[in-house]
């Protein structure tokens, strides 16, 4: 028989393992006590491949270069280039290719940084199996492995493929990378439900999680891409990173305007030689200067510094950001997907409650530092009087394995998170570990195994005396107990009373444990399990939950208070997002879904529950996908959170995707826009608050770029249409537009946000760069600096003053204008006749100062005067190209007051 005809014989793999039994496993698989047979693996490996992630095919290099260059405004500053060098204006020519340049180089090195998430998934794979093959115990390459090796686990491994878990001993895996789950989770050998979320899969490991505690053997049932992260590197590799709304809005902009100025030059050009019998080599270099006047070269510059400003301000502020466009994506969010442990929450696991009988003991403090106090409806009390706590306390602290220390003002803890907070609320107590081991030495234990659900340990105290102390769930230890500890001593049993207080806890999202206690000694010599079948005082319940993070309570309501809708997805249990949720005010009064009903809804369902809903549980990572894409189909521009690999394909797919810096993936990090160094949320509001800062400075400069070039034509157009001595030699123009333009307007770039700026919602997702009231504005200024140059050229000309001198006094009356404009620009609707507005930013002011002595240069040197025809001005000739500036600046000032007193402002915001 043939190798490939053997292996046909071998079973497809099945989305469905964890529904057959251990036994049912190995019989499809053909997996004994001994393994394969390395002829039956190498043929196995033959059809099913490597057990490795297949690398994406990427574009080369140049490929990626060239397609930086593929966008309207650069075809035509490329031109416009071409034009320039052709005419020998080389000066022109390296000013408008630099910026080209400068904008594709930028795009380049961002890109060759969007495939890195692929490359940390892979890295998550285990290098090496311990399996069991033809009766050896060997350890092998992982990428050899195949479906139906038999494989090892210890503590410490990580898992190398998918298993189908068939024998296990105390074994727990963290899984937080797939699952969002804070805790390890418990496995065994047990089937579940075929509906059974990933979280749940208690009879299942899956490749590159981590055993943290215990052993097992499990059959391999998926290698390489067909494993649950497979899956996951497959969606990340289909996922098309989107454009962000300003390049959108940048690229439907440039368009426009390339138009306009097509339409503006042939015009031009028609006008000068047609009608008014202009040379047509006069009009033709005309055309050019107009045309790169009114190209906003310095728009990617001022882009590229704008957004780098951005992300400088942001670092300091702990978000670091990975792909400049997102800096200003961030303040256009409507919606922002948040996962829950480590982000809106500490995961640090604290006990908040303990229950005693007859009492009910509410636990202050947050986290591993061991500060809090303990209260009786809002009464804090002495835990001395209490002794059902302080017994309670002492078992929990005893019965325990976890360590905590002190790490440069930093608690951490060792061990299992549940028996961390068991040691933290022992300290708030007063009684440490150090001190329960000197006074109650341990003599022996029964350690927690997911198949009992308890811990014991035996202990003797002070006086010699003999003690039990167990650890377990609720029911677990409820079925042990006969008795309770009373504030006067023991009683029997109220199971009705304790099973009230555990159900009713357990509904407010904590997770329970119930602590109890027996003084005699072991039956024999060692503590055995039948020393903990019954004959226990139950202690106390206790209820623990990962808690929110204060500042993230704080931050939720500013981005409320912003118009952004805050969604939890979580693949935590639901009861508990949904009393997290409350605590941070998301989801209140509206159910929570979970991911399995998700996956049971259509496309046009899902989009209207993603809105109505806010908190969203046992999500996987295809869930965590389609509620991101279902967000942006309605129209929303989404930022999304999370730490895990089961997080990555929603954060490449976000319009900002949001990593954990501190207990975040690689995988995450690679995926995402943005890192919180911090793992905090509240750093998000911030972000936020900068990238709509970031937004307000990119209007405010195309706000004052698209006048100041408007103003040139419209002085040339004005000439040409009546007849009169054009205003601007073409050499002119183009002194205009690429010296001073360019270097008044960067001092944009530095403006702070304005107060209220998280007052505001946020811009709608479609609208448009220039809106109606921009275009108002454009034009009136436009207008007003076309009326200050030309007038001042007439009249000069009219008292006899020379075309040299005239033309000097336009263009300075131009870049007065352009001065003077540059302070209204501060504020589009807000008062500058005042302090704030006239000094509140130096940049400004340096680059008024640094544009005059270029003006004065252009004026009066005579190397100057021989290139662009200038001529020296009075002291009185001054003084009218200061009246020029002037009048710009007291109708823009003016049109403003008009506004806010009429009450357009709010109207106008989003006109």
Same mark, same amino acid.
């Not at 795009?107 to 069991?132: C, N, W, Y």
């Given at each position: ?70 966008? $309207? ?24 290719? #630099? ?338 081991? #000197? ?262 400069? $195309? ?89 001042? +050229? ?73 290139? +662009? ?19 710009? +600046? ?22």
């Amino acid at each position: 028989m043939t190798a490939r005809s053997t292996a046909s014989q071998a079973p497809a793999p099945l989305e469905h393992w964890h529904t057959l039994s251990g036994e049912a496993v190995q019989r499809r698989w053909r997996t004994g006590p001994d393994g394969l047979s390395e002829t039956e693996a190498r043929r196995r490996l033959g059809q099913y491949g490597a057990n490795r992630l297949a690398p994406p095919k990427r574009r080369g290099p140049l490929l990626r270069l060239l397609m930086q260059f593929h966008n $309207i405004l650069l075809y035509v500053m490329l031109g416009a280039a071409a034009i320039t060098a052709f005419l020998g204006h080389w000066i022109d020519t390296g000013v408008l290719l #630099a910026a080209v340049v400068i904008n594709a180089l930028i795009g380049f090195l961002q890109e060759g940084k969007a495939e890195a998430a692929l490359d940390a998934i892979r890295a998550m794979l285990s290098p090496h199996a311990t399996v069991i093959r033809g009766g050896s115990r060997r350890e092998i390459e992982a990428a050899g492995l195949v479906p139906g090796d038999l494989v090892l686990l210890a503590s410490g491994d990580r898992v190398p493929a998918d298993l189908r878990l068939i024998s296990v001993k105390e074994l727990r895996v963290e899984e937080a990378a797939l699952t969002g789950e804070s805790l390890p989770s418990e496995k065994s050998d047990a089937a579940v439900a075929l509906d059974a979320p990933l979280g749940d899969r208690c009879g299942m490991a899956y490749s590159g999680t981590l055993v943290v505690h215990g052993q097992a053997s499990g059959i391999v049932v998926a290698t390489g891409s067909a494993t649950e992260l497979g899956k996951i590197n497959r969606m990340l590799a289909g996922i098309q990173s989107l454009t962000t709304p300003l390049l959108r809005q940048i690229d439907r902009f440039g368009r426009i305007l390339a138009l306009a100025i097509l339409v503006m030059a042939a015009a031009t050009f028609l006008l000068g030689t047609q009608l008014r019998d202009h040379a047509a080599a006069e009009m033709f270099m005309m055309v050019v200067a107009l045309a790169a006047s009114a190209i906003p070269e310095g728009l990617p510059a001022i882009m590229t510094v704008t957004l780098a400003l951005g992300v400088q301000r942001m670092a300091r502020r702990n978000a670091i950001i990975r792909r400049l466009p997102a800096v200003e994506t961030l303040g256009s969010v409507t919606v922002i997907c948040s996962d829950k442990t480590g982000t809106l929450t500490r995961n640090e696991m604290t006990v908040q409650r303990v229950i005693c009988a007859g009492h009910e003991f509410a636990v202050g403090g947050i986290g591993y530092a061991p500060v809090g106090d303990f209260s009786i409806d809002g009464r804090i009390v002495d835990t001395e009087r209490y002794p059902a706590l302080a017994l309670a306390v002492r078992a929990g602290v005893l019965c325990n394995d976890a360590r905590l220390r002190q790490e440069e003002g930093l608690w951490r803890m060792e061990g299992d998170p549940t028996e961390g907070a068991l040691l933290v609320l022992g300290d708030k107590a007063g009684f440490t570990r150090d001190a329960g081991d #000197a006074a109650w030495p341990r003599i022996d234990s029964i350690p927690f195994e997911s198949e009992h659900r308890f811990m014991a340990t035996y202990h003797r105290d002070a006086d010699g005396e003999p003690w039990i102390f167990v650890k377990g769930a609720p029911e677990r230890i409820l079925g042990i107990c006969d008795r309770q500890f009373n504030h006067d001593g023991e009683r029997p049993l109220d199971a009705d009373y304790w099973r009230r207080m555990a159900t009713g806890t357990a509904a407010q999202g904590l997770r329970l444990l119930a602590l109890a206690c027996k003084r005699a000694a072991p039956a024999g010599e060692r503590l055995g399990f039948g020393d903990v079948e019954a004959g226990y005082t139950l202690l106390a319940l206790v209820g623990i939950v990962d808690p929110p993070r204060e500042e993230a309570i704080r931050a939720v309501g500013d981005c409320h208070r912003a118009g952004i809708r805050i969604k939890m997805i979580t693949g935590d249990h639901v009861e508990t997002a949904r009393a997290i949720g409350a605590q941070l005010a998301i989801g209140i009064g509206r159910p929570a879904v979970t991911g399995a009903e998700v996956a049971a809804m259509d496309d046009a369902v899902l989009r209207r529950v993603a809105m109505e809903v806010d908190v969203f549980a046992r999500a996987s990572p295809e869930h965590k996908l389609r509620l991101v894409q279902a967000l942006q189909d309605d129209g929303q521009v989404v930022a999304m959170t999370g730490d895990g690999v089961n997080d990555a394909p929603a954060l490449k797919r976000a319009d900002v995707g949001v990593a954990m810096g501190m207990k975040g993936t690689e995988a995450a990090k690679e995926a995402a826009d943005m890192v919180l160094a911090d793992d905090n949320f509240a750093t998000i509001a911030t972000a936020v608050r900068e990238g709509r800062a970031v937004y307000d400075n990119l209007k405010k400069f $195309i706000l004052f770029m698209l006048p100041t070039n408007g103003g040139e034509a419209l002085v040339v157009i004005a000439a040409i249409l009546f007849e009169l001595t054009l205003p601007l030699a073409p050499a002119q123009v183009l002194w205009i537009n690429m010296v001073t333009s360019s270097t008044l307007g960067l001092a944009l770039a530095f403006e702070p946000a304005e107060r209220g700026i998280m007052a505001r919602h946020p811009r709608p997702p479609g609208e448009a760069l220039l809106s109606g009231f921009f275009v108002w504005r454009v034009l009136m200024v436009s207008v007003l600096m076309m009326t200050g140059a030309l007038g001042l +050229f007439l009249w000069e000309l009219q008292i006899g003053t020379s075309i040299e001198t005239a033309r000097t006094m336009a263009v300075n009356a131009v870049v007065a204008a352009e001065m003077f404009y540059l302070i209204n620009s501060r504020f589009i609707f807000a008062p500058v006749l005042n302090r704030s507005g006239l000094t509140g930013n130096r940049y400004v002011l340096l680059a008024i100062a640094a544009c005059i002595p270029l003006q004065l240069a252009f004026t009066y040197l005579p190397a100057m005067q021989a290139v +662009f025809g200038s001529a020296g001005l009075s002291a009185l000739e001054w003084l009218k190209v200061a009246g020029a500036g002037l009048l710009v +600046f007291g109708v823009a000032e003016l049109e403003k007051l008009v506004i806010r007193r009429t009450g357009l402002m709010a109207r106008l915001a989003h006109a």
